[in-house]
C-alpha cells in the first residue's frame, strides 16, 4: 500500500494491477475522489512517479510469488522484536506473529504500536510478565510458549539471543525448550528455529556455540522501515554512540559481505525444509 507522506494514510489500494499501463488504464477518467491515490486527509490525488510504480508493482508481483511460512517472533521486552528482526517483519508482515514476554508501561507500550504500524505486521500477543523476572518461573513461562505455539503452529521461529540480560536468556532458553520433539499429545514441534541478535550487549555470560550463519536479504524499503521503527522507541534512546544508532550501517556492512544491498543476520540452531 502507498501512504500519504503528511498524515500515513492509506492511499492505494489492493489491486490485481501487475504493470504501469494496468494502473494507467485503471484511472483514466476517474473523478479525484475515486482514484487509488485520493487521500481524504489532504483531499487531493498523490500522483506517483513512473519509478514509484514500478518499484511498488515489483514489490507487489514479489509478494505474490513468495512461499508462505508462518514465523513467531520472542521479544523478551518492546524494542527487541524491532532491533532484531526489524527488517524480517518488514519484508514479510502478513506471515509474523510477534509475543512479548514483559509487561510493558503505557509509553514503551505505546512505542510498541507505533513502530508495528511502520513495520506493517498484525498478529501480536504480550505474556505480561514482570520485568527482569520472565524467566523466575520457567516451567510456567515453557507452558505458556507450548499453548501459543500448538494455537499459530509455526514454520519458524526467532529467539533472543542469549546474551548478558536474564530476560533475553530467559527468552532464549524458554523458545528452545518450547521447540523439542514431545511426546504429549497436542504438542507443536516447530520445525525451523533461528536466533536473532540484539546490538545493545557485548557480553557472554556462558558460551552457546551460536554461529551467525543465516543471512535474510532486505531492500532500502526494508531497512529504512526498521530504522524508523526503532527510533520510535524514543524512551530507550542512546545519546552516546551506540549500535542502536547505526542500524542501517551495520545491515549494510552485512549484507555486503554476502552481495546483497542489505541483511539481517541469525543463527540457524534447527531447519526442517520441507
Not at 521486552?77 to 532484531?84: A, L, R, S, V
Not at 514454520?155 to 518450547?178: C, F, N, T, V, W
Not at 543471512?215 to 532500502?220: A, R
Request: proline residues 5%; charged residues 25%; contains cysteine.
Amino acid at each position: 500500500m502507498l501512504f500519504c507522506a503528511q498524515t500515513q494514510g492509506v492511499l492505494v489500494r489492493e489491486t490485481s494491477v501487475t504493470t504501469r499501463d494496468d494502473m494507467t488504464h485503471m484511472t483514466e477518467g476517474l473523478a479525484d475522489s475515486d482514484h487509488p491515490n485520493y487521500c481524504n486527509s489532504c483531499k487531493v490525488v498523490h500522483r506517483e512517479t513512473s519509478a514509484e510504480i514500478d518499484a511498488r508493482l515489483a514489490a507487489e508481483r514479489e509478494k505474490r510469488h513468495r512461499p508462505y511460512l508462518n514465523r513467531v517472533i520472542v521479544a523478551p521486552h518492546c524494542d527487541d522484536e524491532t532491533m532484531g528482526c526489524g527488517g524480517l517483519l518488514a519484508k514479510y508482515p502478513e506471515q509474523c506473529t510477534v509475543v512479548v514476554l514483559a509487561e510493558p508501561d503505557e509509553i514503551r507500550r505505546k512505542e510498541f504500536e507505533e513502530a508495528r504500524a511502520l513495520l506493517g505486521y498484525e498478529r501480536t500477543h504480550f505474556f505480561n510478565m514482570p520485568d527482569g523476572y520472565v524467566g523466575a518461573d520457567m516451567a510456567h513461562l515453557v507452558g505458556r510458549l507450548d499453548m501459543l505455539l500448538a494455537q499459530v503452529q509455526p514454520d519458524e521461529i526467532y529467539l533472543p539471543y542469549p546474551s548478558m540480560h536474564q530476560d533475553h536468556i530467559s527468552s532464549y532458553e524458554a523458545g528452545i525448550r518450547s521447540s523439542r520433539l514431545s511426546m504429549s499429545q497436542g504438542h507443536w514441534f516447530t520445525p525451523s528455529v533461528f536466533v536473532y541478535d540484539v546490538a545493545a550487549y557485548d557480553i557472554d555470560l556462558y558460551p552457546t556455540e551460536l554461529k551467525w550463519n543465516t543471512f535474510e536479504s532486505l531492500n532500502e524499503v526494508q531497512i529504512d522501515a526498521k530504522a524508523e521503527a526503532i527510533a520510535q522507541y524514543a524512551s530507550q534512546r542512546v545519546l552516546t554512540p551506540h549500535p542502536a544508532n547505526t542500524i542501517k550501517k551495520q545491515a549494510e556492512a552485512i549484507g555486503a559481505a554476502r552481495q546483497v544491498p542489505w541483511a539481517e543476520a541469525y543463527a540457524m540452531v534447527r531447519a526442517v525444509r520441507r
